[in-house]
């Protein structure tokens, strides 16, 4: 599935450039956006009626559907209180397996700073809070430009640890930087979405202003 939205500060100018996610609607979900904590029951009705969907072909559980609809929300609640301007999209390959796990990917518009240095400043690359060196690596997008993806461990609570990705790109056209970010104390759930994470942040671009984009269901 492709999805567009407008993107960054401009979001309400018609001549925002949109961002284009592509992505595979049978194990990704996108959350519907811009919901404030008075309007969490519709968010709650959006996840028992996804989480309806997932488990349509199976055959749940008394309880299943409400718990994985509980599990959706939650996720979803998250992000909309930690990043409520950026789009979340959940990884949610199966109702019976790990997760959600959340993907946030936002547009920031550019700082008075290099680019190579906002790009390890957004990914973090040389952040002392990781437990050992982050892991970064020079992750050019064919559409985006230039870009970092770091890797990271930091500390958790009840000493355990959370996993992070990271990747930035700059956008040299709009000025602006493209941010896609995960977390999760589950490494093993993290290492087996990578693949799909990977394609999401090479299929993501920018939706020229004018040009029309077909929606693939």
């Known amino acids: 599935m492709t999805e567009t939205t407008p993107s960054w500060e401009h979001a309400n100018d018609e001549t925002a450039p949109g961002l284009v996610i592509d992505y595979d609607a049978s194990v990704w979900c996108e959350v519907p956006p811009m ?3 008075e309007d969490w029951a519709e968010l709650g009705t959006w996840s028992l009626r996804f989480s309806e969907l997932c488990w349509e072909h199976e055959d749940p559980a008394p309880g299943d559907v409400e718990a994985y609809a509980d599990q959706l929300r939650g996720a979803g609640e998250i992000a909309q209180a930690h990043a409520p301007g950026a789009r979340a999209l959940l990884y949610t390959p199966h109702p019976r397996a790990r997760g959600p796990l ?6 920031l518009p550019a700082e008075d700073m290099e680019p190579a240095a906002a790009l390890r400043l957004l990914t973090l690359a040389d952040d002392d809070d990781a437990v050992r060196a982050p892991v970064v690596d020079a992750f050019p997008s064919p559409d985006l430009g230039d870009g970092l993806r770091v890797s990271r461990a930091i500390p958790g609570d009840e000493d355990g640890l959370f996993f992070q990705l990271r990747y930035a790109w700059y956008y040299e056209e709009y000025d602006a930087y493209v941010l896609m970010v995960t977390i999760t104390h589950d490494l093993e759930l993290l290492i087996s979405a ?3 994470i990977e394609y999401l942040a090479m299929s993501t671009r920018f939706l020229e202003p004018g040009e029309a984009e ?4």
């Open 102 to 107: 959340t993907v946030l990917v936002d547009v």
């Open 194 to 196: 990578i693949p799909e």
């Open 35 to 37: 919901w404030v904590e």
């Open 214 to 217: 077909v929606m693939d269901e």
